[in-house]
């Protein structure tokens, strides 16, 4: 790891430390914050997680969970206060201000020491100490060696490895992604051998959908997909009412999209949604074909190479338009990206 020096003194005696994470945090964003959380309180120091919107019910078992702070219009003064106050302001999984929201301006004006760990593509630089690694499978994988690297692997305990072992989990995709090198293995053989339930994680953040979501993932699935063979490309666009129709919470479409990708021969996939403040997208890839460059290039996103996202503030039906006429742009591409 370098520049581990850089840390171990920014850390060497207790601080005011907050650590915050992208929008609508998934397992890897909340697993990350969560277990470097329960590291860092072992340390000494006084930790606060605030993540910029709430999250999915599924990831509300974490250890640490009952003390994060979701920020609202309501508790945007306490929020302002505390990141004011931080000494140490950690970044995880995102690497540009604009994907926390309002939170984006308070830490660009505030004066603590900022700390980037993060996998994502074309980062923003905004941070003093930078641990971001775009090789790395999940941000809970870079924490993992950040502990390891400062000499405290047996301050990992089971809390802090469950909540690692969930951001490495879901975002190699269930250990399936070309992310999923040894050093992920190893780290979870270690995992394994202090006592994380894996296969609980497992079932906690898969097995727990309600009757309603599977239903919904049954209509998507029947009624909604659409199969462009000659793009070789595979979408869903979701509309407001139909959230409304199955009272869809935050993280029930989460996977959606991969159901799309997983038809033979489809590289590209996307799943549109209707947010009725803006149309949200989530792209999905194979191979050569770059989801993080389409979505950077029309929809004003990005992430990584095979899954990126995006946003457009057209209606849903401008925005499906849209995405259909980019494509021929990309026949040859998409064509040619074959899965092995
Ligand atoms: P998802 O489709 O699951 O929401 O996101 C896929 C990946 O793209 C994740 O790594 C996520 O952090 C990133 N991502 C999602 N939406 C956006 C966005 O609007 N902008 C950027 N830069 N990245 C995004
Ligand atoms: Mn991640």
Redesign the pocket.
Known sequence: MHNIDALKELLNEPKEVMITT?H?P?ADALGSSLGLAGYLKKKGHRVTVITPSDYPDFLNWMQGNDDVLVYSAKNDALVRRIIKEAQVIFCL??N?LS?INEMGGYIREAEGTKVLVDH?LQPENFADLDYANTNAAATAEIVYDLIKAMGDADLIDTGIGEALYAGIMTDTGSFRHPSTSQNVHLIIADLLKIGVKTSDVHRLIYDSSSELRLRFLGYALKDKLVVLREYNTAYIAITAEELKAYDSKTGDT?GL?NYALSIEGIVFAA?IIDRSQAVKM??RSVGDFSANEF?RDHF?????KN?????SMDTLDATVAKFESLLPLYKEQLQQATVR
Do not use: P, T
């Open positions: 992208h609508k998934d999984d995102f540009n994907r994502h989460e999209v799943l989530s792209f979505a004003n996103g990005g992430g990584h899954a990126a996202g995006g946003m």
